[in-house]
């Protein structure tokens, strides 16, 4: 038996941060992933940041995350979206050079030293013991599987069991295992669903009737910046047509999500074309950004357009696009379902409520997107260490990190469909900007042992003058904010016992009722959360416990 403090599934996103936020914690790690290729694999648009979004990238930074530093590495054209509104709604967003991104990773993995990464498939998980593969045993185990639990892939009438498609085309192996083993051990197993767009040769696009879109020059970086600056390369913006619409109508019938082929549930604010063109029929036309997957690479991703067509109907309706009358496609969009669990079963450490030890990050959780997997593994092996050499744990909220209230909405409120990171999540988002991260997470970075003394004081001299500039700027709202901040700690503190007889208690309706019994809030913030909950159902509930 070799034996681990964490064992870390998954070399995705969620993983990476998840294995090397361990490690910085002294936790003798390992990283089990099926191929050297995932680590940091990139399967939909290699893009970093945007709305919502780069605040986490930015947090993550504080906590001397690994995304924030290859994203620099890598990044290719960098942009900051929403530049003429206020500093909170300001929002960074790098197009990355795929295999400028996975070779970042893989050299920053071999900076730590007590971080395995091995190239295996996981056989056999016994949970109980934290035994995989009956040869690997930790004191924590963290999942990051992504797609790949029972991953089906859905291409019109073709369907495969895979993780996701290659670039060459290769099908990936799913999971059929580990859904099994969670489902026995009584966590409730969802179906979710995501989408890709085709992929197009770039010298089959005619950028000349496309508008272009040029880089920040010059650019702001999500960490410390690299010596190569890679910010070179144009993006360009082209949009379906009518012609594109009547013909996804036409065959509305043959699309998987609209038939009954696919049962999982995909993300409302990244819909499918298809979504689109049905769920909006006012609009004539929708918008196509093509973006380049590296500067040396032949492929253009249109973003916007994923799809669950056939590659019949594909090779049709991208042709009506202005610039893609001649498009030859590299790859055919697709939709992949796959297996999540009901993230309500996790406490706001990332750590299953009734299996000590057991941690959980990334699309597994209901997730989707590159920075919410990350994020939530920086949390999940932040705290695995933690469980594992009984250390102290990360304490993120609501009321000091995107990144809180991610953990918070997921795990208290839970999910119906794969969940995106928004600024307008958050009740105190004008406190939680992305210049001012390393001023509230900072300091906590330090005294954990993720970041050292030295990088967090190095960025806070850089980001100084900018918080200062944005914080008179917002002064009245922040001052709001406190208070309400420090209303939200009170409620925090008045506990709810977690086995608290909800049907004893008369004034509730039978709905507030059952949502209380399913949710089971921790507090009375929690509670007052809690979509439908009334404030005479908060003070039924309060005078109670008091």
């Known amino acids: 038996m070799q034996n681990f403090d964490v064992i870390v599934i998954g070399g995705g996103h969620a993983g990476i941060e998840s294995a090397t936020a361990a490690a910085r914690r002294g936790a003798k790690t390992l990283l089990l992933t099926m191929r050297e290729s995932d680590l940091g694999a990139m399967s939909c648009n290699p893009s970093i940041g945007g709305p919502g979004k780069s605040q986490m990238v930015a947090e993550m930074d504080a906590l001397g995350g690994v995304m924030p530093r290859a994203a620099d590495m890598a990044g290719i054209h960098f942009r900051t979206l929403n530049a003429s509104h206020g500093p909170a709604t300001r929002a960074l967003r790098a197009q990355i050079d795929r295999t400028l991104y996975h070779d970042a990773i893989v050299k920053i993995l071999h900076e730590y030293k007590n971080l395995t990464v091995l190239f295996e498939t996981v056989k056999s998980v016994d949970l109980e013991n934290k035994i995989i593969n009956a040869v690997y045993g930790g004191k924590a185990i963290v999942f990051t599987t992504g797609t790949f639990l029972r991953g089906l892939v859905t291409m019109g ?4 069991e895979s993780g996701r498609i290659m670039d060459n085309g290769e099908y990936q192996s799913p999971d059929t295992n580990i859904s099994a083993v969670l489902r026995d051990a009584g966590f409730d197993i969802m179906r979710l669903k995501t989408g890709t767009p085709a992929r197009i040769y770039r010298d089959s696009v005619d950028f000349s009737v496309c508008e272009e879109q040029k880089p920040d020059t010059p650019h702001d970086w999500f960490s410390d910046g690299c010596d190569t600056d890679n910010n070179h390369a144009i993006c360009f913006i082209t949009h379906t047509t009518e012609q594109t619409h009547e013909i996804i109508r036409q065959n509305i019938k043959n699309a998987p999500m609209y038939n009954g082929e696919i049962v999982g549930t995909g993300p409302r604010y990244c819909p499918s074309l298809e ?9 004539t036309s929708h918008h196509v950004f093509l973006e380049p997957e590296g500067l040396n690479s032949d492929i253009i991703y249109p973003n916007g357009i994923s799809t669950s067509f056939g590659r019949e109907i594909q090779d049709i309706w991208i042709r009506t696009i202005p610039g893609l009358e001649h498009a030859r496609i590299a790859r055919y969009g697709y939709a992949i379902e796959y297996d999540a669990i009901d993230a309500r079963a996790l406490d706001k450490h990332l750590m299953a409520r009734k299996k000590p030890g057991l ?4 699309q597994i959780n209901g997730t989707s997107g590159y920075e919410e997997a990350a994020a ?5 092996g932040t705290n695995a260490a933690a469980f594992a050499l009984d250390l102290p744990t990360l304490e993120l909220d609501r009321t000091n990190s995107m990144i809180g209230v991610m953990i918070d909405d997921i795990t208290t409120i839970g999910i119906d469909e794969p969940y995106r990171m928004f600024t307008s999540r958050s009740e105190y988002r004008l ?6 991260a390393i001023a509230r997470l900072g300091q906590i970075g330090v005294n954990l042992g993720l970041i050292s003394p030295p990088a967090f004081l190095n960025k806070m001299n850089k980001k100084a003058g900018k918080i200062s500039e944005n914080d008179k700027f917002y002064a009245g709202y922040i001052m ?4 309400e901040i420090e209303s939200y700690r009170r409620d925090k503190t008045i506990k709810i016992p977690e086995n608290f007889d909800y049907d004893a208690l008369s004034g509730l309706t039978n709905e507030i009722r059952e949502k209380l019994k399913r949710i089971r809030p921790a507090n009375i913030a929690e509670l007052q959360k809690i979509p439908g909950m009334t404030p005479a159902g908060i003070m039924v509930v309060l005078r109670a416990v008091k």
């Open 157 to 160: 009438g073709e369907k495969t």
């Open 275 to 283: 979504d689109k063109v049905m769920r909006f029929p006012e609009h």
């Open 359 to 362: 941690f959980f990050a990334g």
């Open 376 to 380: 939530q593994g920086l949390v999940a």
């Open 431 to 436: 406190n939680l900007r992305a210049d001012n």
């Open 480 to 483: 709001r904010n406190d208070r």
